[in-house]
C-alpha cells in the first residue's frame, strides 16, 4: 500500500520531492535537535492522488488518524478536548518556496467549546477569543470559499466602533463578538455553519490545501517561476505554539544574511504578541529583530546561535520562522533564502571565502537571469532631487512607471503597454498579478520579511516597503506624502529600491556597477568582485563559445569588451537603411542590366567600408557575415502610403508612379515565405557578387593592414542543398577572383543558416556543401510551430501560457520537444556527413539561460547573442557545463 504521511521524525531535507520543502527542512531541523513543535506532513504523493481523482486517496485518512492519535499521546491532549484543547496548524509546503501562493489555516481544533478550555489554561481571555476568531476567518476564507475581504471589513467596522488603532486594542468580549460576526457571515456566505468537529476540521483543511495549488495565484506564480504544474503540495500538521499571549510573546522572521544586499548578520523582523502571519502580512509594523535582544535577551541568544547552526549546515543564506512562546523559542520553518541578484553573487563569493563552498557551487548558486538584472541601470544621484518618501529597501533596482492602487488596474494598464508603480498599504497573495504586471512596488506598511518584500526579491521587481511616510487611500485612488503632497493614480513615480526612496516623476539613469565594469573592466569591489569571479570559472570551464550578433564597428567592439569569442550574426541589410536605401531603391528600380550594375556598384565600396571597419573591431576573431536576407520590397516604402500619394494629387510624381508599380510588383501574401534568402541571391543577377566581392575586398584590405580577419559567409534561408551547391559556386568563384585580383589568398568558410524545418531534416544532405551551421532560431520557431511572430504574439500569446499550452514564449526560450528535436536532428545528421562541421546558434535564443543549458546539451560549439547578452550566455554557459559534469540541472 502506498504510504502518504511521515512523522517530523522520520524525513530528511534531501525528501523535499516526497515532503515538500517545508515539510523536509522541519525534519532537519528536528534532526538537528532544534525546538521544532512536533507534527507530521502529508506527501506530495497524497496531493498528486487527490487532484488526479477529486477524492482522498485511500488509506490517507487512516494514516492523518494515527499520527494525529501519536502527536496528542505525546501531548498529553486531544484534539480541540474541551479543557486544556490541543490545537494544530495546517500548512502548504511544495517542493520549490511559493511564499503566500497557496493556504494555511491556524489554530484547528477550536470550537465554541475549546475556546473555553482554551481561555482557562491560559488564564488569558483574549489570547483564546483572538486564536478563535483568526481560526474562524481563515478557515471562512481558505477552506469554505469566503471573500475574505468580507472578513476584513467586518473587523474594520469594529476597530472603527471601539475607535481602536490595531486589533490590540480590542477586548475579549469584542473578539468574541467578531467571532459570532464572522460565523453568521460564513452561513449567510455558504449556507453552512462553521465545523465544531475539530476532526472534521482537520480533513477540511488539509484538503483545501491541496486544491490550492490549483488557485490561480499558485497557477500565476508557477508560470512566473517556471515550477512544473504536476509537482503538487504537501501538508504539513504541526501543534500549535502561541506568539499571541502577550507581551512576552511573539512572531518573527530572520534571515543569516541580508536577503538584498547578502552582507553578513542578523536580519529580519519581529512582532509581540503576534503570530507568524501577521509578520508577512504587514497589518502591523513590525520592529528590526535587533530589537528583540532587548526586549528578550535569552530568546534572542538562542535564536542567533540556532541561525548559525542552520547557516553552517545548509551553508547558505537561511531563511527562518520563529515564536516565542511565553519566553521559549520555537523554530516553525527554515528554507534557503530568496535573495537578490546583488545578494546571490555576494553571498556566494563570500561562502566561498569562508571556505564553506567551491568556486563551483558558488558557480551554481548565481544564474544568467540574475546578472542579467545586476546589468540594468541604476539612478543618477545627481538628478534625484528631493525624496517623496522613505522606506526599506527591500528589492533592490530603480524603475519607473505611473502610480496605480490596485492589481486589476496594474495588470489593464501593462497590458496596454503602460509601465506602472503598484501602491498598496501592504500587499496580499491576491496582488501578485498586480505584482507580477508592475515595474515596482510600494507600500506603506511591513518591513524586509513582509510579502511584499519576499515576493518581489524572487522576481525581481524593484519594491520599497514601510514608507510609513505614507497614507495610501486605495478607495481613492491616492496617497499622500510629507508636506501634504497628493499623488493621483497616474502620476509617474520613481522608485529606488536600492536607497528605499521615492520621487515624483522620471529620474534619469546611469549606468550600474557592473555595467560599468563590463565595459571598462575597473572592478570596485563587493558585488562588481563577485560578478568578476563568477564570470571568470565560467569562463575557464566552459565549452560553449559565446559569440555575438553585431552590424555595426560600435556593437563589435562592444561585445568584445563584454567577452565574445567573434561575431556569430552580421545581418548586412541593417547595413542598406538610411541614406542608402536610395541605392537599392535604384537596384531594385534598374531597367536592365546595366543599371543594376552601377547600383551595385555604387554599394559595392559602401559595404567594403562596413565589413573593413567590422573585421578590424573583430581582429584575429571569426565574423559571420549573412547575405541579404529579408524580402526587396522592406527597402521601399510603404505600400499603402505611396499609393495614397500617388491617388491624392492629379499629376503624381513619376518616380512615386515608378515605386508603387515596383512595390504592386513585389507584393506577397506572407513575405516571410517569400523571395527572400537564398531564392534572392538566385533571381537577383549581381547581388551575391557584390556582398561577397565587398567581403574578400575587406579580408584584403585588412591583411594588407596587418590584421588577423576570420571572415565567414552565411547563406540564409537554404532549404535544399541544391539552392547551397549553386551559391557557394558563385561565392567560390568570386573568392577565388578576388585572391587573384590582390594576389592574396581570400579563404572564407562558406556555411548556412538552419531556419527551415526542411533544412533540418537533410541537414546531411545540405552538410556536403556546407562548413559550418547556424541555427536560425527566431525563423525555425516560425516556421515549426505555424506562427507569425509579428501576429500571434499580440493575438493569443498570453492565453497560450496561462493555459499552459507552452510553459514560456517559444520565441523566448527554445521549445525543447520540437524546435529542439529538429536542432538535435540537424546536428547528428550534419556531423554525421561533416564530423568536422562547426555548428552555433544565432537567434535570439543564444542569449536566454534556459536556451544556453540546451545548445551545450545537444553539442553546439557556440552561441551568438546581442552584445548585451554576452556575459549572461558566458555564464550559463559555464553553469552548463558545471551541471553536465555533476548529472544535474543547475537551473
Not at 477569543?129 to 478557515?139: G, H
Request: charged letters at 25%; proline letters at 5%.
Amino acid at each position: 500500500m502506498v504510504r502518504y504521511v511521515y512523522d517530523f521524525r522520520e524525513g530528511r531535507r534531501d525528501m523535499a520531492d516526497l515532503l515538500g520543502g517545508k515539510g523536509a527542512n522541519l525534519a532537519e531541523m528536528t534532526r538537528l535537535g532544534l525546538p521544532v513543535p512536533p507534527g507530521f506532513t502529508v506527501s506530495t504523493d497524497a496531493c498528486r492522488a487527490f487532484l488526479t481523482t477529486g477524492a482522498e486517496p485511500e488509506g490517507m485518512a487512516a494514516e492523518v488518524s494515527r499520527h494525529l492519535s501519536e502527536l496528542e499521546e505525546s501531548a498529553g491532549r486531544r484534539l480541540g478536548q474541551p479543557d486544556d484543547p490541543l490545537l494544530v496548524s495546517v500548512r502548504s509546503g511544495a517542493r520549490f518556496s511559493m511564499p503566500g501562493m497557496m493556504e494555511t489555516v491556524l489554530d484547528i481544533g477550536l470550537n465554541d467549546d475549546s475556546v473555553l478550555g482554551l481561555a482557562k489554561t491560559s488564564g488569558s481571555d483574549r489570547f483564546a477569543w483572538d486564536s478563535y476568531r483568526r481560526l474562524v476567518q481563515m478557515f471562512g476564507s481558505t477552506v469554505m470559499g469566503v471573500d475574505s475581504g468580507l472578513f476584513d471589513e467586518a473587523m474594520t467596522l469594529l476597530k472603527k466602533a471601539r475607535e481602536a488603532p490595531d486589533d490590540l486594542h480590542l477586548t475579549a468580549g469584542d473578539l468574541a463578538g467578531l467571532v459570532e460576526t464572522y460565523q453568521r457571515l460564513i452561513l449567510d456566505e455558504t449556507g453552512r455553519p462553521f465545523p465544531q468537529s475539530p476532526a472534521e476540521q482537520l480533513r477540511l483543511a488539509i484538503l483545501a490545501v491541496f486544491r490550492s495549488w490549483n488557485g490561480d495565484r499558485a497557477r500565476l506564480y508557477r508560470r512566473r517561476e517556471r515550477i512544473p504544474d504536476d509537482l503538487g503540495t504537501a501538508v504539513t500538521v504541526q501543534r500549535m505554539v502561541f506568539g499571541n499571549l502577550g507581551p512576552d510573546s511573539g512572531g518573527g522572521v530572520a534571515f543569516t544574511r541580508d536577503p538584498a544586499t547578502g552582507r553578513p548578520g542578523l536580519y529580519g523582523d519581529y512582532l509581540a504578541d503576534a503570530q507568524g502571519e501577521d509578520v508577512v502580512a504587514g497589518i502591523r509594523n513590525t520592529v528590526p529583530l535587533t530589537e528583540l535582544e532587548r526586549l528578550d535577551p535569552d530568546s534572542y541568544r538562542r535564536l542567533r546561535a540556532h541561525m548559525d547552526t542552520l547557516e553552517r549546515h545548509y551553508r547558505d543564506l537561511c531563511d527562518i520562522e520563529f515564536t516565542i512562546e511565553r519566553g521559549t523559542l520555537w523554530m516553525l520553518q527554515t528554507r534557503v533564502g530568496k535573495r537578490t541578484a546583488e545578494a546571490a553573487f555576494a553571498i556566494a563569493a563570500e561562502l566561498v571565502e569562508e571556505g564553506q563552498i567551491s568556486q563551483e557551487e558558488a558557480l551554481a548558486r548565481v544564474s544568467g537571469d540574475g546578472l542579467a538584472r545586476l546589468m540594468f541601470p541604476r539612478f543618477d544621484s545627481a538628478a534625484t532631487g528631493e525624496a517623496l518618501a522613505h522606506g526599506l529597501p527591500a528589492s533592490p533596482g530603480a524603475a519607473v512607471g505611473a502610480a496605480v492602487f490596485d492589481s486589476a488596474e496594474a495588470v489593464r494598464r501593462a497590458a496596454a503597454g503602460e509601465r506602472v508603480v503598484l501602491v498598496r498599504q501592504e500587499t496580499t497573495p491576491d496582488d501578485l498579478p498586480g505584482m507580477v504586471a508592475a515595474e515596482a512596488v510600494l507600500t506603506s506598511r511591513g518591513g524586509k520579511t513582509s510579502h511584499a518584500a519576499v515576493v518581489a526579491r524572487g522576481m525581481g521587481k524593484v519594491c520599497v516597503c514601510g514608507a510609513e511616510e505614507l497614507t495610501v487611500d486605495t478607495r481613492a485612488r491616492r496617497f499622500t506624502a510629507p508636506g501634504g503632497i497628493v499623488v493621483e493614480e497616474g502620476t509617474v513615480l520613481s522608485v529606488d529600491g536600492s536607497a528605499g526612496a521615492v520621487y515624483a516623476g522620471a529620474v534619469a539613469l546611469v549606468p550600474s556597477e557592473a555595467m560599468r565594469f563590463l565595459e571598462t573592466g575597473e572592478r570596485s569591489g563587493g558585488v562588481v568582485a563577485a560578478v568578476a569571479g563568477a564570470l571568470e570559472r565560467a569562463d575557464s570551464i566552459r565549452r560553449l563559445e559565446v559569440r555575438a550578433n553585431a552590424d555595426t564597428p560600435e556593437d563589435a567592439r562592444r561585445a568584445r569588451r563584454f567577452g565574445a569569442q567573434g561575431i556569430g550574426l552580421c545581418r548586412t541589410e541593417h547595413m542598406f537603411l538610411g541614406e542608402r536605401r536610395k541605392l537599392v531603391e535604384e537596384m531594385i528600380l534598374a531597367r536592365g542590366e546595366a543599371e543594376r550594375e552601377r547600383a551595385l556598384a555604387a554599394l559595392l565600396p559602401l559595404q567594403r567600408r562596413d565589413f573593413t571597419d567590422i573585421l578590424e573591431a573583430m581582429d584575429g576573431l571569426p565574423v559571420t557575415i549573412r547575405l541579404l536576407d529579408p524580402p526587396l520590397h522592406e527597402f521601399l516604402p510603404d505600400r499603402t502610403e505611396l499609393a495614397v500619394r500617388v491617388a491624392s494629387v492629379a499629376q503624381p510624381d513619376p518616380h512615386d508612379v515608378e515605386l508603387l508599380d515596383a512595390v504592386n510588383r513585389m507584393h506577397e501574401e506572407n513575405p516571410m515565405l517569400g523571395l527572400r534568402g537564398v531564392r534572392l541571391g538566385l533571381l537577383i543577377p549581381g547581388l551575391v557578387a557584390m556582398q561577397v566581392r565587398a567581403v574578400a575586398e575587406a579580408v584584403v584590405a585588412r591583411s594588407r593592414a596587418g590584421g588577423s580577419p576570420q571572415a565567414e559567409i552565411m547563406v540564409p534561408l537554404v532549404g535544399a542543398v541544391e539552392e547551397l551547391r549553386i551559391e557557394r559556386a558563385e561565392v567560390e568563384r568570386v573568392l577565388a577572383e578576388v585572391s587573384r585580383e590582390s594576389g592574396i589568398p581570400v579563404r572564407c568558410p562558406v556555411g548556412t543558416m538552419i531556419e527551415l524545418p526542411r533544412a533540418a531534416l537533410t541537414a546531411g544532405r545540405i552538410a556536403e556543401e556546407a562548413e559550418f551551421f547556424s541555427f536560425g532560431t527566431n525563423d525555425l520557431t516560425q516556421t515549426t510551430w505555424g506562427f507569425s511572430r509579428d501576429d500571434v504574439e499580440a493575438a493569443f500569446f498570453s492565453a497560450y501560457l496561462d493555459k499552459g499550452v507552452f510553459p514560456a514564449s517559444p520565441f523566448e526560450t527554445i521549445d525543447a520537444d520540437g524546435v529542439g528535436r529538429l536542432v538535435r536532428i540537424a546536428v547528428e545528421e550534419g556531423r554525421s556527413t561533416r564530423p568536422e562541421l562547426k555548428i552555433g546558434v544565432c537567434g535570439e535564443h543564444g542569449g536566454d539561460p534556459e536556451s544556453v543549458h540546451f545548445f551545450h546539451a545537444a553539442g553546439l560549439d557556440y552561441v551568438s547573442c546581442s552584445p548585451f547578452r554576452v556575459p549572461v550566455a558566458r555564464l550559463e554557459a559555464g553553469r552548463a557545463a558545471l551541471a553536465e559534469a555533476k548529472g544535474s540541472d543547475s537551473r
